[in-house]
């Protein structure tokens, strides 16, 4: 999930590995270590990693007693993940507060088209499939494109045939599984207008997320920082009433307290 900086000022990640494996004691002091030197943390966490991941991660929060640790389980394929991670390292370089570093995520999530050309989807469950379409992947050579965020879609590969994209500028990220084919260079690139196209190694957790190893996994971004940062600046921010922070959003991504009902925004019934 940690993809290489685009640019001389994007933050370096700092990879959390073996956290469920590795003794208690050393998940808490390398955490504590991060808190000392940076103040807050934003932990990014896919889905499809062992829940005990997200279990020690919890733990050693609570152990700590820590507000500055924010949590965040978006629900993004792998790709499309260490793409909204990136994003956020971007972001770190500039003046923005902890709490809206943090809850900017939420935000730049409705921004990413993620999916993967498949070669199978019997085991997909991330998204709905049909019977037909389970019946149709046992058939030898069969392709599969699936958006997955932010509008699930799933289509049988042919001539012609592409997936809902972004009705605006963005950049296209794939990394390539056990699939052979240039579909995802060749027609979803062109079709999407694409404004730059880069390979990334397929991370760990792809094969696990999309039920195959037979994949081409793709991501369309905003990639210009500050396009990033006008985004982020413009949504209205709030304090927590409860730590204080500045957050944008309903929910504050440390303490995780919501603001009292006078204080929320009206919604229709």
Not at 169 to 194: E, H, I, Y
């Amino acid at each position: 999930m940690a993809l290489p900086a685009q640019d001389q000022r994007t933050v370096p990640a700092v990879v959390l590995g073996d956290l469920d494996r590795e003794p208690l004691d050393h998940s808490l002091a390398d955490m504590q270590t991060l808190i000392e030197q940076h103040g807050h943390v934003v932990v990014v966490c896919s889905q499809a990693v062992p829940r005990s991941v997200e279990q020690r991660l919890r733990i050693v929060r609570s152990l700590l007693e820590s507000d500055r640790i924010a949590l965040f389980r978006p629900e993004l394929p792998p790709l499309g993940l260490a793409v909204l991670a990136r994003q956020l390292r971007q972001l770190a370089s500039c003046d923005l507060s902890p709490g809206v570093l943090a809850s900017a995520g939420r935000l730049l999530t409705h921004y990413i088209h993620a999916g993967a050309l498949l070669g199978s989807v019997t085991k997909l469950d991330r998204i709905p499939v049909d019977l037909k379409s389970h019946a149709k992947s046992w058939v030898p050579g069969s392709q599969f494109g699936v958006l997955a965020h932010p509008n699930p879609q799933l289509v049988r590969m042919g001539p012609g045939v592409t997936l809902d994209g972004p009705e605006f500028d963005t950049s296209l990220l794939f990394a390539k599984g056990q699939l052979q084919s240039d579909w995802v260079t060749t027609a979803l690139a062109p079709s999407w207008r694409a404004r730059g196209l880069r390979e990334a190694a397929l991370p760990a957790e792809s094969a696990a997320w999309w039920g195959t190893s037979k994949l081409i996994e793709f991501c369309a971004y905003l990639p210009d920082l500050s396009v990033l940062y006008q985004l982020v600046t413009s949504v209205r921010q709030n304090s927590c009433h409860w730590c204080g922070i500045d957050v944008i959003g309903d929910r504050c991504v440390f303490c995780s307290a919501v603001p009292p009902a006078h204080e929320q925004p009206a919604r229709a019934g």
